[in-house]
């Protein structure tokens, strides 16, 4: 099967094996096959060492697959890279110390070479919607991590890529923080119609967020099963109390469990 | 206030000290050329401050001339040896090799290459002298970079030379500035070293023989005095580099 060039994200038969040492070498991904349309918020949920991480590398162009291919917008990810489609936000939120908040959002706008004036404009205006307006002149170890986090995702999105890559941005964030995060980054979904492609190991993170949930298992890191996510949109404080969000919860969790038991 | 607070016990200490001097001096009649009495350094630092301050100008310039000419060159280095990873692994192990011989042996070799009056003399022995501490402390800054950071910097498609900007020479800034904290002594102390092998007598290193020579040791010590706060001038000024310079630095945050 080809490549489906209308999708924000193509993956076809896609793997990845690491040269190990002692034990040979160890397949990070094997045989992975997935359309993400645009508009869509995908989470990959997985054990730890199933390789979604490696699978958000593959996709930026960080990493480069073993066998397979891929491609972002009918690109390849190499052009995607090249021309920007996709903004990234990691684990940690990787601000540059030396660099206030502003400057922090502005640095990929400098790199394309962008001027002073219209530096400054866009990176305010993101500042504004992650809701940090008064921060700008704020150096990152002044903030809290939620707020540095959020300063990652001004940053990701400041030059409008159409795809936003997540991995696991929220694991170092405490619950509450965690769940006021994910409110705003459904916002944002929803205001710029970005595709999210987002790593968790969160059951509730990912039924929350998500259109659809992506479950893998590991050794070697395989897609099992992709649940879609009926609830409603907007997502609302109350969705968590909702019934069929449970239900949703232990449909995930299930299939995690039956990724378990069969390794 | 609060600062005289912080500083008291360490003033208190420090007179307290030159007192006890002093009085050991006086009460045992210790000979000058074992150990002069304050009072008596005082005077003599006083009746020679002229030769004295231009010693001193000369010996700090020598110093200074020195940091910068082997910072210059251990910052080329490191550059160089961050850009091409072949290069590293040789250099660094030389660096590291040339770093454990005491350099401070070549104040001879320099006076026959550049002659005892030159400048270039008593300008190679710094340079050499603080060349390694720089270049290694800045090869380990360029390279602190974190794997996450430099995946940033690719999915901006950022060149090579972008990341060499924008990244690794901001993340190495608080190094250079620990290497410099160790290079101004040492530059001090190959300046007035190489003096003691001979050169112009308007130097601390010079003065400092000469007079021991002569038995005048009051004036060898306030030479030395002389030294000292050359030294911690020196110290404080790159202390308030570095303060101006990288105030974003875990270092530099008022707790």
Redesign the interface.
């Known amino acids: 099967m080809s490549l489906d060039s209308s999708a924000a994200i193509s993956l076809r038969d896609v793997s990845v094996t690491f040269a190990g040492g002692a034990g040979g070498n160890v397949e990070a991904l094997q045989g992975i096959g997935l359309d993400i349309q645009p508009g869509e918020f995908i989470s990959l949920i997985g054990p730890s060492g199933c390789g979604k991480s490696t699978l958000l590398r593959v996709v930026a162009d960080l990493l480069q697959p073993t066998a397979g291919a891929v491609s972002l917008t009918g690109k390849t990810p190499q052009e995607a890279r090249q021309d920007r489609d996709y903004g990234m936000v990691f684990q940690a939120a990787t601000l540059l110390d030396w660099r206030k908040v502003l400057a922090n959002i502005e640095l990929p706008l400098e790199i394309m070479g962008l001027d002073n004036v219209e530096r400054q404009a866009k990176a305010n205006a993101m500042l504004e919607l992650v809701q940090l307006s008064g921060f700008s002149d704020h150096y990152p170890w002044q903030l809290s991590g939620g707020m540095q986090q959020r300063v990652a995702i001004a940053r990701a999105l400041v030059f409008e890529p159409s795809i936003l890559l997540m991995d696991e941005p929220f694991g170092a964030l405490d619950e509450m923080t965690r769940e006021h995060m994910q409110m705003e980054v459904l916002n944002i979904w929803r205001s710029t119609g970005t595709t999210v492609l987002f790593v968790t190991h969160s059951i509730p993170e990912a039924v929350f967020l998500s259109t659809r949930v992506v479950v893998m298992s590991a050794r070697p890191g395989r897609i099992t099963d992709v649940i879609d996510i009926d609830l409603e949109h907007p997502r609302r404080f109350e969705t968590r109390e909702d019934n069929r969000f449970f239900q949703l919860l232990t449909e995930v969790r299930e299939a995690l469990r039956r990724v378990e038991s069969e390794s | 206030m609060k600062k005289l607070r912080a500083n008291g016990p360490a003033v208190m200490v420090f007179f307290g000290g030159i007192a006890l001097w002093e009085i050991v001096v006086r009460a045992f009649s210790i000979q000058g050329f074992i150990l002069p009495a304050p009072s008596a350094v005082v005077t003599a630092l006083i009746q020679q401050r002229a030769a004295l301050l231009q010693a001193g100008i000369g010996t700090f310039l020598t110093a200074l001339g020195g940091l910068v000419l082997g910072a210059v060159l251990a910052v080329a280095a490191a550059m160089a040896a961050v850009r091409w990873a072949a290069l590293r692994d040789a250099s660094m192990t030389v660096a590291i090799a040339a770093n454990s011989t005491p350099i401070i042996v070549l104040a001879p070799v320099a006076n026959s290459w550049f002659g005892i009056l030159s400048p270039w003399s008593g300008l190679t022995v710094v340079a050499v002298l603080v060349f390694f501490p720089i270049m290694i402390n800045l090869v380990k800054g360029l390279l602190s970079v974190?794997a996450?950071?430099l995946?940033?910097?690719?999915?901006?498609?950022?060149p090579d030379g972008?990341i060499l900007r924008?990244?690794r020479t901001?993340s190495a800034?608080p190094f250079l500035f620990s290497a410099l904290r160790v290079a101004a002594p040492l530059s001090l102390i190959g300046a007035i070293v190489k003096e003691y092998f001979g050169g112009s007598q308007e130097r601390l290193g010079q003065f400092i023989t000469s007079k021991a020579s002569l038995f005048q040791f009051e004036e060898a010590w306030a030479a030395i005095v002389v030294a000292s706060a050359v030294g911690i001038l020196f110290y404080r000024v790159i202390a308030a580099a570095e303060r101006r310079i990288?105030p974003?630095?875990?270092s530099m945050?008022s707790g």
Not at chain 2, 151 to 158: D, F, K, N, R, T
Request: aromatic fraction near 10%; proline fraction near 5%; charged fraction near 15%.
């Open positions: 974190s996450t950071q995946e940033l910097m690719h999915s901006y498609g950022a972008r924008s990244l901001p800034l990288i974003w630095h875990a945050r």
